[in-house]
């Protein structure tokens, strides 16, 4: 980065995210920012990126879907990088953003505990005679310089190989140093200086980081791990649309011990043609939600920083799941 560049400051300082970033980062560097209050107001957002000749972008993909809908192409004609995070990238997002502004969409995977970076995709080196890439199409990139990434059994902690899915450790100077006045939670979440995000990952043969899924988003259904992601990716396969329309979560059941709920916005086809689809696919009959648990709500509930409010959806699973039992008809809208 230079002078020459411009960030658009658009994220919450809240969030630890938009705290470094967009507050820090410009400071530090000595690069131009131009600030807006809401990254939902996109065509404001956009106005400004085309006033200011902003290059440097980063956002939400919640924002980033936004952005890739009202942004004129032209409002990104000085972008140099741009970089997603907080929650996961779907590769439908990174597509259309390709196609409207001829630029990728990179990723990158932190938490708070972590000053809040782990790794990060990044455009790559190519010389005359040598290549390194630095994003891979479905990973969050590479762990920074000086952080370590190790994946383990999430039950016996011992570390697995080259592309087994485990629950994601992370090690470095960007650990932090605990939960103030709580020692016995700081203690759970680090051993040895590892800090232990909670989340199910890979590492490919280059070093490459792939999020599959948050421990916490698996349901414990017949004695089998189901998870959440994947559900979700198989019903917005269904729908054909990459967008956020669904939410998947899960209350408990008394006979299998959970069961998959589905919050959803409207949709252009009915539960049953969605219901038709997963069963034609490759996905688990098991992991397969039943029509009684799908339920209309007016929109997906998300917090200040644009990720999901999955203690809402949670809470609004249970609340809507227990209607069921006094409400007549099998799907039953919010309110």
């Known amino acids: 980065m230079d002078r020459q560049d411009c960030l658009l400051g658009a994220l919450p300082f809240f969030h630890s995210f938009g705290f470094s970033v967009g507050l820090w980062l410009p400071l530090v560097a000595g690069i131009g920012v131009a600030y807006h209050t809401n990254p939902l107001e996109a065509r404001k957002c956009g106005e400004m990126c085309r006033k200011y000749n902003v290059t440097l972008l980063v956002a939400t993909p919640t924002f980033a879907w936004e952005y890739v809908r009202k942004f004129k192409p032209e409002d990104l004609h000085a972008l140099r990088v741009a970089i997603v995070g907080a929650e996961r ?9 390709q196609e409207k502004f001829g630029k990728p969409l990179f990723e990158g995977y932190g938490a708070t505990e972590l000053s809040p970076v782990v790794a990060v995709e990044a455009p790559g080196y190519e010389g005359r005679r ?8 479905g990973t969050v990139g590479c762990p920074i310089p000086g952080v370590a990434a190790r994946i383990v059994n999430p039950e016996s902690f011992q570390p697995l190989g080259v592309d087994e899915e485990g629950l994601l450790l992370i090690k470095g100077p ?26 199910i990952a890979k590492l490919d043969q280059e070093g490459f980081l792939t999020i599959t899924d948050r421990l ?14 994947r559900v979700e990716d198989a019903l917005h396969e269904a729908l054909s649309s990459a ?45 397969q939600p039943r029509k009684e648990n799908f339920f209309l709500i007016d929109a997906l509930p998300t917090l200040g920083s644009g990720k999901l409010d999955l203690k809402l959806v949670k809470d609004t699973a249970k609340r809507l799941a227990a209607a069921v039992k006094t409400v007549a008809p099998s799907v039953v809208e919010e309110g």
Not at 216 to 229: C, D, F, N, Q, T
Not at 243 to 269: C, I, M, N, R, Y
Request: proline content about 6%; overall charge positive; aromatic content about 6%.
């Open 243 to 287: 967008e956020p329309k669904l939410v998947v979560t899960s209350v408990a059941d008394g006979q299998k011990g959970e069961k998959l709920v589905v919050l959803h916005t409207a949709l252009a086809t009915t539960i049953d043609e969605l219901l038709k689809c997963l069963r034609e696919s490759d996905l688990p009959r098991l992991w």
């Open 174 to 199: 960007n650990v932090m140093m605990g939960y103030l006045g709580q020692p016995e939670k700081t203690r759970e979440v680090i051993r040895d200086g590892w800090y232990i995000t909670g989340d």
């Open 216 to 229: 916490s988003r698996y349901s414990k259904i017949a004695g089998e791990m189901v998870p959440h992601l």
């Open 89 to 97: 990238k779907k590769p439908e997002l990174a597509d259309a953003f």
């Open 130 to 137: 040598q290549k390194q890439p630095g994003s891979k199409r």
